[in-house]
Structures are given as structure tokens and as C-alpha cells.
């Protein structure tokens, strides 16, 4: 017996030293489980040491009443008291559990399980099953105490062994560690209470390899493992199969003639209020997740109609709101909002400012609409407002938010100015939100257009305009093969004969059905569409084509073509004019290619480079619509320009004055600034708009020597206009009749810059001392 004693209880100091180093080895919170399976371990082996006392100290002794009391309980408390602290470790080992209701949930499924377990044992090793015979263990308190500490134990363990995650091998030998301690301890007490040495020797050495068990498990630094805690995977065995075997033993032990005393029915009782209280704690929970999951699922849902950058309303939610107020009956007002020029912000600032850009809007939306309205993003720099009321109040709050947008946006590299354009639609009759949306971004279209930073109301005829421009594009696409497109020429005369020297190259556009369109409607919207290109070199080659023919002729003359800053910064366009040239066997210097003033204010640099290029090939370049747009005298300088041709504006702003202390004629005094200006630069300078007598006499005295206008005449088919070359040329032709008032000669030209930008390098095209020709440097 003592060489059975001695190695158990050896083994069982061991392991409560490991247990008690392994709990010295951790810090702070994680200490805690280990302390308390430090102290199951240290009960335990109180236990186990009393009970080996009793054995080796009275071996012989016979089971008797008066044992039944004293150490046997002493020892079952200790026993109890491990079991708790074992149970309260594993529960707060971490990664077991991870709240207390979840702590709850493992209990009650604990107490389930032990509760069964003690009621089978119950069944079976009472009468009449009797399943130990003779060595039915004699009731007593202490017996009684270790048998309920050893099912609490187990089920507890047994709970967590099964929820843990895998691999379970630390889990598992933890368990069957802390399960050999409790049914160790329930034979060391029923060993003292029986009398049997041998009993409480070989179970205090189980309990022994229990806390080794135990000590090896927990040995590592890391935690055993996860435990599973969810509320619906696999919750229902932990409940039917206790069920299910208390159920099947009773049924058995009534089979048996046996009867329930108190502790079958309090163990039955106490089975139904935890699968009761489980139950409970379940549907708890289940009503917990399920609010959990709407309010997530409203949350999702919300976010899908939410435009996450600016916080407002997404395309999504606008359309949610259209649809409601379409379903309430209620008028709504749409208002329409692009940012002009963001696309800017984004190219020069970068898109993190862009995006802070489009946050402060968001911003500014939200604290200027009234109490209902909704501001959404559509995507970009679009923007919405929906207001629910009168329609008269949409234009107060556009006009306030024309301001409120249009005010500086503060960034840490410096400030941001934009505009907005806004267009306001309202409902017509029946709601219908689709048709709400299309007009309030036809009205916001019509704004951009009509120059940006303006408040537009739909009306009825955005419809047939967009219409009328979507048919112009499709229409457009196909207008070169159909043959639709013609040229016409506006002679350009020579002053003061008005002798026609050469034309301008106009582009018309006759439709079979929509018949004569207008070019200042189809070139915005070939520019736009990006058809631009291809119409500009139909127009040079048709161009180059019929000066060819006149020069063939005879004709002592040259024409000039429109380009566009989209076609100018095209890198293939130089190569373009010299291939119509070339295919057509034009004399570059015939060619005069014209550059509207606007074109000077996008990239002066590039612009350079760009008639450079040109100028290389032998045509010459004249500056369109000059005084109208915005070039300034140091621009102009250093263009390469050959030709100006004065707007219209500068012809016919002012009555014509007569000089000061002088008898000369009247004269336009912007003219003869331009004249000069033009004269100094080595440039030939062109009338543009002379409309009347009146006009030609001014700008004759100014010593202006080419003029172009309705007086000379409107663009004319190529055959009218070689009919007036004929008649200009034919040996009984007379120069033009001039208005009644003396006009003087043409002043003489300065000569050219030499080498400057502004020169040609070409010689004079028409005949020299005549005051006729080509305008030459």
C-alpha cells in the first residue's frame, strides 16, 4: 500500500507545484485562470492526502456510521471546493468566452449535462438496478457532495471541450485531466466512507495523474484554444441528448418497480428550470441577433442610397424620394447642380483635393436647404436638390445656392474658386419622377451653355432644342458621304477698287429635310462631338481643290480657311496642309489659313509653336476677329502672324472723324490705330463687316488696302464668284464706284521686320503699285 501511496502522492506535488509555476509564470489578467487551477490543484491534493493518510493509518478498519461523517466530509469539501475553482479556470482561460451572457449560456448547458449524468448515476447504482451490488457505496453527505461536484465538473468540462474550436489536443487532455480529478475525488471519499483502502489508494493515484494531466495542459504559454460561441450552430444537442437520457433512465428505473425519492425528483427539477432558463437565454438571444441583423440590414440598406464622400444622397436615394413623392401625390421641385470648371481642380490640384472640394459641398447643401429637402450626389461634380413645396421657392434657394457654392473653398495649398450651374425642373401634372430627372438636367444643360454660372428653369422648349442637336450629331456623322456640304466664298477687294484679290472659304450645310444649317449651329456641335477634325480637312481639300482650278484659269487670287484650336493643336495638322497642298498643286503662299483671337487665350506657348509649324510649309496665317477677343499687344508681338483682320466691332463702333486742324476725310480712328499697329509689326491688315458706303470711306482714309463685307458681297457659290474674277479682269472693268467724299490713296507700307515672327517670308501676290493683290508683309 505504501509503495502504491507514496509515488501518487509524489506525483500529485509535482504536478500542484507545475500548476502553482505555470500561474507564477503569467502577468496580469491571463494569471487569473491559472491562479485558480493552481488552487484546484492544491484542494485537490489536500484531498488526496487526507484520504491516503486515513488508508495507510488504519487499514483494517470496517465501514461504520460514525465515519461517515468528519474526514470523509472534509475530504469532499476539499474535493468540491477544487472542482469549482477547476471549473471557474477553465471558464476564464482566454479565448473561452468572451461575455458574461455567453458565460451564462455555458453554464446552464453545463448544468444540463451534469444534472443527466447525476441522475443516470443515480438510476443505476441505486436500488433496485444496483448496478455495484454488495458495494453500493452507503449514502452520506459527503458521498452525496462529491458525487454532485464530480457531474458539475464534468459537464462543465465536457461543454468546453466539445465548443472548443480544433485542433482540441490541449482541450481534450485539460479536460480529461480535470475529469480524473473529480472522479478521483468522488473515490477517495467513497474509499474513507466504505473502508476500502485499496479503493482510496487507486483512486487518489487517478486523481494524481488527473492534476498531472492537468499541469501538462496548461504548461505552455499560449492558451489551450478557442472556444465556439455561437448562438445557433449545434446548441440543440447540448439540450435533446441530456433530455433524452434522463428521460430514457426514469422510464427504465419505473420499469424496474423503482420509485423516486427527493433527490430524483429535485435532480428532475433542477434539469427542467435550466432547459427552461436555457431556452430562455436562447430566444434572448435570438431576439438580440435578430434586432442586430435590422439594424445592420437598415444600415446597409441606408448606405446603398447614400453617397459615402459627402455623406448626402446617392442617385439611388434621390430616386427613392422622386418615387415617394410621385406615391404621396406631393409637388417636388428638382434642382439640378453641376460644379463649372472642377474638372480643373482635379487636373491641377489632384483628386484629394478634389474630394475635399466635393465634401464641403456637401457641406454647404446640407446647411442651406429647408427642413425636408434632400441633396443627393449623382456621381462627380453633379449634384441635386429635391424640395418638397411651392415651386416659387425653388428659385429663391437656387439663387441662394448659386452664391452659397460659388464662394471660395479653403485648402491648405491655397484657395479654390469655382461656379455652379443649376438647372430647376417641377412636375407637370401627374408625378412622374423619370421625367422630373430628364428635366432638370435639360435645364441644367441649357445653363452650361448659355455661359455657366446662371440659374435656367426647364421649359418646354429644351426638348425640341436637345432634339433638334441630338438629330444635327447623328445627321452630321454621315453629311460628307450624302454630299451635303458645300463651300461658298466671300470675296475679299481690294481698296479703293474693290477689286475682288481673294475669298474666304465658307462652310454651309443643306439638309434634304431640315434644310439650311446655319454654321454657327453645326460647328459648336462638331467641336463638341468631336467631328471637327474631319469637316475642317473636307474644307482644305475642297478648298486647295477650287484654287487650283481658279489659278489654272488664270485667276490672280488666294483663299483663306478657318481652323480651329482643336484642329491647331492636332499634331498631324501641319502634315495635313501640306498634303492638301501638295495633292492640289497649290503655291503655298496661296493659302491662308485664319486663327480666331479666342484661340490666343488657351496656350499662347503651344499656339506658337503650333502657326510656327505652319508657317514652314509657306502659307500664311492671319489673326481672325481682331479686337473682339483677348490678345494683347505683347501677344501679338510675338505671334507669327502674317494678315490682321479687324471685327466688324471696331469698323462700325464709331461714326467715322475727321481730323483735327486738317481738310483730310473722315476716317475710323480704331482703324487707323489697328492700321498702324498693324504696319509697324510687318503685317497686311484686313476691313472685316464694311456694310455700308460710309463704312468703306472710313476705313479707306484710315489706309486700310483690303476690305471684306456685305458690301462687297455675301459667300457666293465658287462659279458666281469666278464670274466677278471674270468681270474684274476683262479689258473694259472699272474699279468699284466709291462714295462721293475724296478718299486718299493708300498710305505707303512700312517695310517688314526682318526676320521677326511676324514677316512672311514670300513675296507680294498681286501686282506691285497698283494697291491690288494678296495682303503681304
Known sequence: ???????????????????????????GPDRRPYALLASAGALALVGLLVGVGLALGDPHHAPHPARLNGWPVLISVAVALSGLAAAAGLLRLPGVVVSPAATARLLLDALIVATALWFVGWVLFSGPTGLLGSATPVACPA???????????????LIVVLRADPPRGRFGLLGAGVTAVAAGGLGVVGGVCQGGPWMTLACAVLLALGLLAVAFAVHRVE??????????????????VPMFAMAASAMYHLAQGGRFDALGIVAGSVEGFALVARQYLTLNDMRGYAGRLAEREAHFRELAHTDPLTGLANRRGLLRELQRCAEEGIGCVLLGLDLDGFKNV??????????????????????????????????????AVLMRGHPADADVVAERLLGVLGRAYEQPDGPVFLSVSIGVAGQRGEPDSVALLRHADL????????????????????????????????????????????????????????????AEALLRWRHPELGNVGPDEFIPLAEECGMIAKLGAWVLHQACWQLSRWLSDGHDVWVSVNVSPRELHAPEYVVQVAEALRAHHVPPQRLVLEVTEHAVATDLDELIRRLTALRRT???????????????????????????????????????????????????????????????????VIAEGVTTPTEL??????????????????????????????????????????????????????APRAGGTGSAQVGPLGKAGTGDGVPRS
Open 223 to 240: 492558451p489551450p484554444g478557442q472556444v465556439d460561441v455561437d448562438l445557433i450552430r449545434r446548441d440543440g444537442a447540448y439540450a435533446f
Open 1 to 27: 500500500m505504501v509503495a502504491v501511496a507514496l509515488p501518487g502522492a509524489l506525483v500529485a506535488v509535482t504536478a500542484a507545484v507545475l500548476l502553482v509555476g505555470s500561474a507564477r509564470r503569467r502577468t
Open 143 to 157: 458521498i452525496l457532495l462529491a458525487t454532485v461536484n464530480a457531474a458539475l465538473t464534468v459537464g462543465v468540462t
Open 443 to 502: 435645364a441644367l444643360r441649357y445653363a452650361k451653355q448659355r455661359g455657366k454660372n446662371r440659374v435656367e428653369r426647364y421649359d418646354g422648349t429644351h426638348d425640341q432644342l436637345l432634339l433638334r442637336r441630338t438629330r444635327l450629331e447623328h445627321e452630321m456623322r454621315g453629311a460628307i458621304e450624302r454630299d451635303e456640304l458645300r463651300l461658298v466664298f466671300q470675296p475679299v477687294a481690294s481698296l479703293p477698287s474693290v477689286r475682288p484679290v481673294g
Open 346 to 383: 482635379n487636373d491641377m490640384r489632384g483628386h484629394d483635393v478634389g474630394d475635399l472640394v466635393l465634401a464641403e459641398v456637401g457641406r454647404r447643401l446640407r446647411g442651406n436647404l429647408r427642413p425636408g429637402d434632400l441633396a443627393a450626389r449623382l456621381g462627380g461634380d453633379e449634384f
Open 697 to 750: 470711306a472710313a476705313v479707306v482714309a484710315a489706309g486700310c488696302r483690303f476690305g471684306q463685307g456685305a458690301l462687297f458681297g455675301w459667300g457666293v457659290p465658287a462659279e458666281h464668284l469666278e464670274a466677278m474674277l471674270d468681270a474684274a479682269t476683262s479689258p473694259g472693268a472699272r474699279p468699284g464706284v466709291l462714295p462721293a467724299a475724296p478718299l486718299a490713296g493708300p498710305r505707303p507700307m512700312p
Open 618 to 684: 509657306g502659307v500664311r496665317i492671319a489673326l481672325d476677329d481682331f479686337g473682339a477677343g483677348y490678345s494683347s499687344l505683347g501677344q501679338l508681338r510675338r505671334l507669327p502672324i502674317d494678315i490682321l483682320k479687324i471685327d466688324h466691332s471696331l469698323v462700325s463702333e464709331h461714326e467715322p472723324v475727321r481730323p483735327v486742324d486738317t481738310d483730310g476725310p473722315a476716317f475710323a480712328p480704331m482703324v487707323d490705330i489697328v492700321m498702324r499697329l498693324g504696319h509697324q509689326l510687318g503685317m497686311e
